[in-house]
């Protein structure tokens, strides 16, 4: 057994063991801690990733002294390790992007404990995609949810504690769903372990028993991760959570911890259940047309929104409806597009919550479009960070977002020829409502305010470490735009691993 | 590999001197020292790009975006002939406005975005698939953007605004329609004669009509087509003259280039004469063509008036494209060239008045051609050739559009296009004329003592001057460059 | 159908409490109703759970006297996975109590659309 197949285990005990040993430290010294373990947690992924792909097979890890099929597990492929170095790399620069803010957001006796929170999130994030196992799933979810709803209480100003209270309540709805399914699911399988839950299953679909039940717990684990993840029309949470909370947890809540259950959906899917199961099961078509209408939906409150935060909180929910619309075509390429689309969005989304944050700084704090006017000016870096996000999520070529695009609209031409023309189309129209809202917004940004020619307000430098983290993001979404084909390869690759 | 040094070296020298201006913006002490800097880098773009066009055809992939899409490069006559329109308008519109931009804020802004679009425009001209043309497509509407809305005013915003809105709405149908082809295993490159009519394509063919559709509608909006022509007459005027000079004259015509490569270079002419869509698309240009020349007609703002006629004019090249045979396109092909000339130099000597009166409406232009005889003089000799009376070089590229359409053979429209083109042609009569007739006979009341010389310098009479001679000498003889694009639609078809 | 229905009377009973725990959390204005409502859902999925691995005439698993013979016991999992959800739920009602309490301190309400209403109020204020 090689030394790196540790690694994942590693991540995510170091992560936790970094929560506890920052209760006691002053806000910086949690902070340096922090940085260190997420970059530590990122090289171990990469490695990782390097391992798997060398070897060319999934592994399973066994966690504790029991064997299979009592003990528990993670289970490291291709995709497994693709989505952590992603997340971790995001986490890293959403950190660095807005740490400024979490020292002027929050309380200074508090700080240390937004960076456990951070900790407790990251090593959450990171069971929830190892996970082999569905109870550890499930708990995780909830840690995940937990912390998730600390970052954005912490603030504690009166709109957060509200935003948290939603998040909060919608979250647990989802969960608890979840877990009633995932109950229903042990009692019909046995088995809480991927694998041989799924050979349960096969059984059990052979043999046509327990049709009915199968098609409950279905719906209501699907119905649970979309409601956590998101999906229209359970997105009333997504705008004031993302809007109020410090920026880098509005970063990390609308690129990472939503996306997460998308995964566990994913994987779940594929490695409990079955795919064909699912495909006759009929909820993906569902799931389709959800993302259709969240496509369209989002878009269009983004259009109407009056403050940036809100607007671009809403194409969050406009890009979770096009990655449901993904899963929903029932394809491999489909499953391809959307867990593209996931990592795309992960990394375009932070970059322009970061940027817009940016831009507010440079307006005097303010939010709505106005005071944002010719904000690109006073801080040049945020502008063209902001300006490369929204090219991206347009689907200007060269950016990630462009390649997400054709992946969906290639892969619905090799799905159910009823949702071709529905998908072509929604996605067009989409394109089109996203380019109103990100491009209104960028020429806004850089028009000047005053009389041509002359120069009002003053002018921002960013710190550092944030520059820096701006400067990666827009590196990593051109590298998506290049050279997306050795990650569509791997995720690819990573879908036959799971099956 | 050194076509493709060459032609790397032809693309990014522009974007990155203009780039280079853009940051070093206001730090430049002498105007001279960068007006000779820019020209310099004109002149050894345009030399590469002669260099280029002179290498021969070639066609090899740039990048690889993935394993199924690249971003191809092309050397054909149809890129030639795009391509030296488009370095020889932006070279003498450059020089232009070394001279105009004194009277405008910012000029190092302008000319930075100015070469930067000059480099994606010779990309997009070398576009060897539908993906490469989309993306050099959004390049320039994005790079083209900050000249419209050069002076920021709270009018040019808007236009701005309106100019991205349509365009970018007008390239995602075209984009759909890229979707489409490119997932029934067509688009991936270009060839003469398109190849949907291939087996290997496996499109329905009612759908694949209605992309093509899209296509043409979406990429027809930059060239102004009905409906999606509104942006047009908004975004024009409130441009910096030599700036509206390049709009017109090159950027609507890259519409036109994409058009023609989705058309004849990957649907084919047989694949869509006598569908619907060639029914649908004359009927939009002939609209088109008619509307325009009205507007323009009532139009009282020079710039706006010039903005219509653009609108009119370039559906006479579309109209040509869509008769879909020898005759139609030679005559759309020699139209492009003839009203790039054409409508540049119209611009510019707008632009001069501009810059030297600061009028704008055409009844203040009385008695204009008394005071500045040569810009005048241009203004009308390019008029003259635009309405097309014999033996100038409208004149030449509109008998071909009448004798295609009378070519076709189909009911109502072989008769109705001619007809058109012939009304369009007095209306257009009409809207330039007065303008030269007022400027040099200002009438009884014009008070002779009060004129004043007020020629501008040679910057701006040389790039007028050549474009006139231009204009007058393709009117004169037209049978070489004729023979030449006889031999380009031959090879389309 | 018939007979069915009484075998799994504890299952039904928890479905139904998980309605009625759902419905709840999910529609009540009020922040408390709303925890107990949690409360109630969490609690049926452990019903359904420990109703799960209840096998007729055996004992809890709990080693008595040594007697290591499975056959005697019911099955332990459930009982686990119970255990560690009631740790879970404890933590989440834990937040949402804090939540609710500093809501209250801040706007004297228990009623979110009050809160809400407050919460416009004084930012029009500012």
Known sequence: MSFVQNFPCFSIVLCMVAGILSTPMKGKQAKNLTLVVVTLVALMSIATLGYVIGTGESYTYMMGRFPAPWGNEIRVGILEALTATVFALVMLFSLLGGMDHVFKDINESKINLYFILVDLLLSSLLAIIYTNDLFTGYVFVEINTIAACGMIMIRESGRSLIAATRYMVMSLIGSGLFLISLAMLYDITGHLLMEDAHEAMIRLTQSGQYEIPLLVIISLLTVGLAIKSGLYPFHSWMPDAYGYSTISSSSILSSLVSKSYIILLIKIFYRVIGFDTIITSKIVNVLFVFGLIGMIMGSVSAIMAKDIYKMIAYSSVAQIGYVYMGIGLATEAGMAAAIFHILTHAITKSLLFLSAKGLNDASGRKRVYPALQGAAFRNPLAGAAFAVGSLSMVGIPMLAGFISKILFATSALGSDPKKVLPTLIVLSVSTILNAVYFLHTVVRIYTPVGEPGEFKGVRIHMAVGAAAALFCLIALNFVLGLYSQPITDLIQQGIQMFA | ?493 | ?126
């Open chain 2, 1 to 493: 590999m050194t076509v493709a040094y060459l032609l790397g070296a032809a693309i990014l020298l522009p974007i990155l001197a203009g780039f280079l201006l853009l940051f070093t913006q206001g730090k430049w002490k002498n105007r001279t020292v960068k007006c000779l800097f820019l020209f310099l880098v004109f002149v050894i773009t345009t030399i590469f790009s002669v260099k280029l066009m002179l290498v021969g055809d070639y066609q090899f992939p740039l990048w690889k975006l993935t394993d199924t899409l690249e971003v191809l490069v092309r050397m054909d006559h149809l890129t030639r002939l795009f391509l030296g329109m488009t370095v020889a308008a932006w070279t003498l519109g450059g020089v232009f406005a070394f001279e105009y931009m004194k009277h405008e804020q910012k000029e190092d802004r302008y000319f930075g975005f100015y070469l930067i679009v000059l480099g994606v425009l010779i990309a997009l001209d070398h576009a060897g698939n539908l993906v490469t043309l989309y993306l050099f497509f959004e390049l320039m509407t994005l790079t083209s953007l900050p000249l419209v809305l050069h002076n920021l005013s709270h009018e040019a915003v808007m236009a701005g605004l309106k100019y991205l809105f349509y365009s970018v709405a007008g390239a995602f149908a075209a984009l759909f329609g890229i979707f489409y082809l490119y997932s029934h295993g067509a688009g991936s490159m270009f060839a003469e004669g398109g190849y949907l009519a291939d087996i290997s394509y496996t499109g329905s063919q009612g759908m694949t009509l209605l992309v093509l559709f899209l296509m043409i509608l979406g990429f027809g909006t930059k060239a102004g087509m009905f409906p999606m022509h509104g942006w047009l007459p908004t975004a024009h005027p409130v441009a910096p003259a030599p700036a509206s000079a390049v709009l017109s004259g090159i950027i609507t015509k890259s519409g036109v280039l994409a058009i023609i490569r989705v058309v004849f270079y990957t649907a084919g002419a047989d694949y869509l004469r006598g569908t619907w869509v060639q029914y649908a698309w004359m009927t939009l240009t002939l609209i088109t063509v008619f509307m325009g020349s009205m507007m323009a007609y009532k139009e009282q703002v020079l710039k706006k008036r010039l903005a219509y006629s653009t609108v009119s004019q370039v559906s006479y090249i579309l109209f040509g494209l869509s008769l879909l045979n020898v005759s139609g396109i030679v005559g759309a092909l020699s139209h492009f060239v003839f009203h790039s000339v054409v409508k540049n130099c119209l611009f510019l000597c707008a632009g001069a008045v501009i810059y030297k009166t600061g009028k704008t409406m055409v009844k203040d232009l009385k008695g204009i051609g008394k005071e500045m005889p040569i810009t005048m003089w241009c203004f009308t000799l390019v008029s003259v050739t635009l309405v097309g009376i014999p033996p100038t070089s409208g004149f030449v590229s509109k008998w071909y559009l009448a004798t295609g359409s009378l070519e076709t053979g189909m009911t109502g429209y072989a008769w109705a296009g001619p007809i058109i083109l012939l009304l369009s042609a007095m209306l257009t009569a009409g809207y330039l004329l007065p303008v030269s007739i007022l400027a040099f006979f200002p009438g009884h009341q014009y008070d002779y003592e009060q004129v004043q010389k007020r020629e501008p310098n040679l910057l701006m009479l040389v790039p007028m001057g050549l474009f006139t001679i231009a204009a007058v000498v393709f009117g004169i003889f037209p049978g070489t460059f004729m023979n030449y694009l006889q031999k380009i639609a031959m090879t389309v078809l």
């Open chain 3, 1 to 126: 159908m018939g007979p069915n229905l009484w075998v799994n009377v504890e299952e039904i009973a928890a479905v139904i409490l998980f309605g009625v725990g759902f419905t709840t959390l999910l529609l009540h204005k009020n922040m408390i109703k709303k925890i107990i409502g949690l409360n109630i859902m969490d609690t049926a999925v452990y019903l359904f759970l420990a109703a799960m691995g209840y096998i007729d005439g055996r004992v809890a698993p709990i080693l008595v006297n040594g007697n290591t013979d499975v056959n005697l016991y019911i099955n332990p999992i459930p009982s686990g996975l119970v255990l560690t959800g009631i740790v879970v739920s404890v933590s989440v009602t834990a937040l949402m109590l804090s939540l609710t309490i500093r809501l209250y301190r801040k706007y004297r309400s228990l009623d979110i659309d009050e809160i809400l209403i407050r919460m416009q109020r004084e930012e029009l204020k500012k």
